[in-house]
């Protein structure tokens, strides 16, 4: 488990000549590395600085160089803050990072224990959210800051650290008892901040009756500029205040994400007990909250549907249940669904749809079972079409809307696989929502524009080409089945029964500790994985006399016919701990697709049942038609985070979550009158 660790902590570099440019600052080993390891500072500069930022971020390219400053302040000293004085040698970082052109300086000594920013952040890049909720309240928070209650929740800390470093943002939610409405919440805080500043007159928060007010107060040695609001209980004067606050030069940068993280914040219902007591009960676990906003895409009745998790189905994206459809995939920014349309003449086509209802037509045909890759940013897709030269696929990108059409090159792909077509309902269902074999094709756009395809027709073999100079990494062609973490840095795959981590900058493998065999993988963030497993549940049951054969080559499609029922389950894998948690166990044939929710709420599942019902309908003798409302149905779970018991959403299959709220919103519910 320490070699696992080790990877986890160790940043690729993505750029050949980033490396090169580099070199020339180096220290001699014994000078620095002997102390810390070079790729251990990375590692500490990228935590911080992803605090800082308020969202996990793809690490483009960096370069860095050993200096020596005259104080603590590393070069970058802040108005209000005391420095020691004193000569100390560190690191000048310079970090280029996905759907930002700003290229951000920071300075660390050589552990990279302290950190500072130098440049200030472009806050007009969207930060990702995430949902803190304990028994009395929900609130959203930026996905990469610390959350810290107090035991009895009376006083909740968020910030980047978790602490009230002035230096940083705060936020802070604390439960005030007996204290008034909303105007004598706000004058006891604002007393107890000592001298304020420019205090604006306090402002009602929609048609509520919680108060917000701005002012500027010190916060240690730091003048914060502060928006506090008072948020009623309307009982016996008990309430919240949330104190939002920044440094001066921080504030107008984290103003308008302070609105929408007020805006999020939601107070449990309370109820009354016997003897009049007053109580709030913890969430009922309905996580509409968490995801409203998110766009959510299913295949229901051969048709692709685009909603969200409060709006199902969702509107259609398509028209015509005779074609089925595959490969659903969300750009970064969820504006845009790409998806895979089947022919009648065998083609398989690629459509691109927007939140404005919009379908186009990129490439027809192309290859088949490969899903469609996006751009770390989203502003372009790629796409695999055949080409004449057989056991070849040609490479190309395109414009979400068709255009500014790129042909970047040919890669190999192994040919000549059979059709697998099975004669059994269930595993048809389960070929469907996977791949061939259950192995499902993949082709992943990298942040440094390499390409990650599967190899081969039956869905083994993975590699990673460049087409700056046309040459592959050659990953192994055992691996299948293979999801790549949210940073891109790695990839799980199974080679054969051995779930393995692969680093994809030099391909090294690592194989995980389990004591399952894995089916299907997602990742839930980049230091834990889902997986889900099947186990028989006894031996098939056969149909296999032949008294009964021509009936069941008419009716069930095959003799003798042998129905597999298998128990099924999620666990949850801690990469940094090497511990796995059974999340849930039930019976059917299998799992398909896991489709993790943004924000952690929870997971979306497709469950392919048994065709145990349909078998034993055929056992009693009942008609065609009687049957065929036996046969396995492909449905959709929803396993909300902490849950043991997952809630049926819809019969439909191929889940998929956009993983950010798109400038246009998805469609939502219909207002009854």
Known sequence: MNRINHILKVLPIL????????????????????????????????????????????????????????????????????????????????????????????????????????????????????????????????????VVPSEDLSDVIISPDGTKNCANPIIEIQHKTAIGNADLLLNEVIREAGFVEDL????????????????????????????????????????????????????????????????????????????????????????????????????????????????????????????????????????????????????????????????????????????????????????LTPTDQEGTLTVNTALPTGEDLQTLGTIPFTIGCEDETSPYAAERLYQRETGPFGNTFGLEWLPDNRFLYTTSCAGEGLAIWNPADNTSLNLGSDLSRAVVSPDHQQLLAMAGDQTVLVNLTNGERTEIAMFEVADQLAWANNTQFYYTTITPSGAPFEISDP??????????????????????????????????????????????????????????????????DMVLGFVQELDTTQLRFAMPETKLYFLTRGATDPRLIVVSSQPVFGQAIPPAAPPQPPQLP
């Open 547 to 612: 008294a009964v054969q021509e009936r069941a080559e008419e009716q069930l499609g095959i003799f003798p016919y042998e129905s597999v029922l298998n128990t099924v389950s999620i666990v949850q894998y801690d990469l940094s701990s090497g511990t796995a948690t059974p999340l849930w166990q039930g019976q059917g044939y299998a799992i398909g697709k896991l489709a993790v929710a943004p924000n952690q709420a929870g997971i979306v599942f497709s469950l392919i049942p048994s065709d145990r």
């Open 200 to 383: 604006q007159a306090p402002s009602a928060i929609g048609a509520s009756t919680a108060l917000s007010a701005t002012y500027k107060a010190v916060c240690g040695e730091v003048v914060h500029q502060f928006r506090t609001t008072a948020i009623p209980l309307g009982v016996e004067g008990d309430g919240y205040i949330i104190l939002q606050s920044a440094p001066l030069d921080q504030y107008e940068g984290w103003s308008a994400n302070f609105l929408s993280i007020l805006d999020s914040f939601e107070i449990a219902t309370s109820q009354t007990t016997a003897d009049g007591t007053v109580v709030t009960p913890p969430p009922t676990g309905d996580t509409t909250q968490l995801l409203a906003g998110y766009p959510f895409a299913h295949v229901f009745a051969n048709d692709v549907y685009l909603g969200s998790y409060v709006y199902l189905p969702g509107y259609g994206v398509t028209n015509n249940a005779r074609r089925d459809r595959r490969g659903l995939s969300f750009s970064p920014n969820g504006q845009y669904l790409a998806y895979i349309e089947l022919l009648e003449n065998g083609n398989q086509r690629l459509e691109v749809s927007d939140t404005g209802k919009r379908s186009e037509i990129l490439a027809n045909p192309v290859a088949p079972d490969f899903p469609a890759a996006w751009s770390v940013t989203g502003e372009r897709i790629a796409f």
């Open 15 to 146: 750029t050949l000549v980033c490396l090169l440019s580099v070199t020339a600052f180096l220290p001699a080993p014994s000078a620095v590395h002997a102390q810390t390891p070079l790729d251990v500072v990375l590692q500490r500069v990228k935590d911080f600085f992803a605090q800082q930022l308020g969202r996990n971020f793809t690490l483009v390219n960096y370069t860095y160089q050993l200096n020596t400053w005259q104080d603590s302040s590393l070069g970058c000293p802040k108005a209000g803050v005391s420095y020691t004085q004193g000569e100390l040698q560190g690191y000048i970082w310079q970090f280029t990072i996905d759907q930002d052109t700003t290229t951000y300086e920071l300075h660390s000594d050589t552990d990279g224990n302290v950190v500072v920013l130098c440049t200030p952040i472009n806050r007009t890049v969207a930060i990702g959210f995430r949902s803190y909720q304990n028994t009395a309240f929900i609130i959203d928070y930026p996905e990469t800051w610390q």
